[in-house]
C-alpha cells in the first residue's frame, strides 16, 4: 500500500509516540522552546503588565496540547511552574528577584483577587478530566467505541461517568482514568 515501515520514538500530529511516553526526555524540547521565547524577550525591558500578558498569551500555551495528551511528571509540571514563575517575577540568569505574591494566589480567578494564570498541576489534572468527560459525552466518536469496548464493555453508556474500580491501561486511559472524580 505505499507505507513506511517506522519504529518507535516518531511523531504523529506534533505529539511523540514512543514506548515510555512519560519520560522526561520528551518534554525538553518543549521546555526548550519556552526558555528560547524567554531569552529573547528578556533582552528587552518588561513591565509587570507585560511579562503576565505573554506569560498568559504564550508560556501557558505552549505546553497545552502536549499536557492534553500525555499525563506530564511531576517534575516536568514543577520545571513549567518556575519558567512562568520565574519570568513573571522578572527574575533572570544575572538578576535574582523575589516573588511578590504567592503562586497560588496569583493563579486564582480575577474575580477572587488573582491574575487568572493556570497552575501546570491543576490544568494537567482537568485536561485529564476533559478527556473523561469527552469519552462520556460522545459515544459514537470512533476512539470512544474502541475505549468503550476495552475499558468499559460491561457498562452502559449512561453509567460510564460513575465507573469505578481498578483499570489500567494505556497512557491517554490512565491519564483520563486517574482524573475522572473532577467530573463525577
Not at 513549567?80 to 511578590?100: C, N, P, S, V
Request: net charge positive.
Amino acid at each position: 500500500m505505499g507505507f513506511q515501515r517506522e519504529s518507535l520514538p516518531l511523531k504523529y500530529l506534533g505529539v511523540p509516540l514512543m514506548a515510555k511516553p512519560l519520560h522526561k526526555r520528551i518534554w525538553e524540547p518543549m521546555i526548550n522552546k519556552m526558555q528560547d521565547k524567554i531569552r529573547k524577550w528578556t533582552t528587552r525591558s518588561l513591565n509587570l503588565v507585560a511579562r503576565l500578558v505573554l506569560t498568559k498569551a504564550v508560556l501557558q500555551l505552549i505546553p497545552i496540547f502536549r499536557l492534553s495528551t500525555f499525563p506530564a511528571p511531576k517534575g516536568v509540571l514543577q520545571q513549567l511552574r518556575t519558567i512562568q514563575r520565574d519570568f513573571l517575577w522578572g527574575k533572570g540568569e544575572e538578576r535574582k528577584k523575589w516573588a511578590l505574591v504567592a503562586w497560588e494566589k496569583i493563579c486564582k480567578p480575577k474575580i477572587y483577587d488573582g491574575l487568572g494564570l493556570d497552575d501546570p498541576e491543576i490544568l494537567n489534572r482537568v485536561l485529564g478530566a476533559k478527556l473523561w468527560w469527552q469519552w462520556v459525552k460522545d459515544p459514537k466518536a470512533q476512539w470512544v467505541m474502541i475505549w468503550k469496548e476495552k475499558y468499559g464493555s460491561t457498562w452502559l453508556n449512561n453509567e460510564l461517568i460513575r465507573m469505578s474500580g481498578h483499570r489500567k491501561g494505556s497512557y491517554f486511559w490512565n491519564k483520563a482514568w486517574d482524573n475522572r472524580e473532577l467530573v463525577q
